[in-house]
């Protein structure tokens, strides 16, 4: 840690890619600012009290990564720096409320009864506390009919392929048809799918927000449940896929590093594994329409992907793929980040909502399910009615019309 934190220069050039510096204006609410903040708190001049409420700011979005000329890994600085020994000086209610969330967003079912109880609570959501408003907002007014995914599709046509699917935990809760549409896509293009059935959360959200046991537990599990005679390990929400390419790198003292390490090197993204494959040409879509696609963090910044879900997305006839102002920016969803701190994440929402909009677009589409709900939220409080799907959710209407 010490040599990464010595390897930023203070140039600057992570600043207009930082989020939390463009809403807050404030040094040490940018990349640089928390760097010089964790080599205060490791040379013994800053306590970690004193530091961490900027440190827990960062939504860990890596677009500063992006732009670094230096090539300083962030990324590799804020985990550790939050799973330390020292991670524990946060007030005990924000730690309490941390565990309850990451046990029932790791968990469908939970997810399920906590939005039923979502629903009886925003009756009376002016008498709420402070602390529980911003988790009873974000939970929608109702959830689709729980979906089970089956455990094998088989190939349309002559097999290119076989890959087991991660098939995820809020997704699951809030829009299972992304996965369905995920089968029927990669079976249009003559891949076998297998969705483990004893498979757990990936661990995406502990890892990210710093509890590291716990996201080792859920990694080591995940990883025992994946078949070994598959081609590769899909998934199609990039928070997923970004943690679990990371298993071997943040794991790398562990027991089982060896075969996390092993597991990460299978992983790749639907629209990475399809790209390589080589897309089948969907039939046109009933109708013209423009779509604005959104970078979503853990897929551009992270795992480097930009150039495939665009040439999937550019090979439907009849969709016309637009940039979004800014795309690249993070619109303030990053796990559990809109719930700890729903300010900075509504200025973020609203703000990719005026960029999404200035398009003329007909239509948004993205990688990741965080994102795509925190952008339908911050268009409908804008005013602006406008479908945000999934990139496989887009190709499946192609390859499947109504």
Do not use: W
Request: proline residues 9%; hydrophobic residues 45%.
């Amino acid at each position: 840690m010490a040599r990464a934190v010595e390897t930023c220069v203070h140039c600057g050039f992570c600043l207009p890619a930082c989020p939390t510096y463009q809403v807050l204006g404030e040094e040490m609410d940018s990349p640089r600012g928390r760097i010089v903040l964790m080599k205060q708190v490791l040379e013994g001049t800053l306590t970690l009290a004193d530091a961490q409420p900027h440190i827990d700011r960062c939504l860990g979005c890596l677009g500063c990564v992006t732009a670094c000329p230096s090539g300083v890994p962030y990324g590799d600085l804020i985990v550790p720096f939050r799973s330390g020994p020292e991670s524990g000086a946060q007030p005990l209610l924000d730690r309490l409320q941390r565990q309850v969330l990451l046990d029932t967003l790791e968990s469908p079912a939970l997810f399920r009864a906590a939005a039923r109880l979502g629903q009886v609570a925003k009756r009376v959501e002016r008498m709420l506390p402070a602390r529980v408003k911003p988790m009873v907002a974000l939970l929608p007014d109702q959830l689709p009919p729980p979906i089970t995914l089956p455990a094998l599709t088989p190939a349309r046509g002559p097999r290119r392929g076989r890959v087991a699917l991660l098939a995820g935990c809020v997704q699951q809760a809030l829009d299972p048809e992304i996965s369905l549409a995920t089968l029927r896509v990669l079976a249009a293009n003559g891949v076998e799918v297998v969705v483990p059935p004893d498979q757990g959360c990936c661990g995406a959200l502990a890892l990210h927000c710093g509890e590291a046991d716990r996201a080792y537990a859920r990694a080591t599990a995940l990883s025992r449940a994946f078949p070994a005679d598959v081609d590769a390990i899909v998934t199609n929400a990039a928070g997923c896929g970004s943690a679990m390419k990371e298993y071997g790198h943040a794991f790398e003292d562990r027991a089982q590093a060896s075969a996390l390490r092993a597991f990460s090197a299978r992983v790749q993204d639907v629209s990475e594994y399809l790209d390589a494959l080589g897309l089948i040409t969907p039939p046109p879509l009933p109708s013209p329409v423009i779509v604005a696609y959104h970078d979503a963090c853990h897929l551009a910044h992270a795992q480097g992907i930009r150039r495939a879900p665009r040439a999937l997305l550019g090979a439907i006839p009849n969709l016309t793929l637009v940039e979004i102002p800014g795309g690249d920016t993070c619109c303030g969803s990053a796990g559990l980040y809109n719930v700890e701190h729903p300010d900075i994440a509504a200025a973020l929402g609203a703000r990719k909502a005026e960029a999404i909009h200035a398009t003329g677009a007909q239509a948004v589409a993205a990688g990741n399910i965080g994102c795509l709900v925190q952008m339908a939220t911050g268009l409908a409080r804008a005013g602006v009615s406008m479908p945000v799907r999934h990139t496989m959710q887009l190709l499946d209407s192609a390859y499947s019309p109504p």
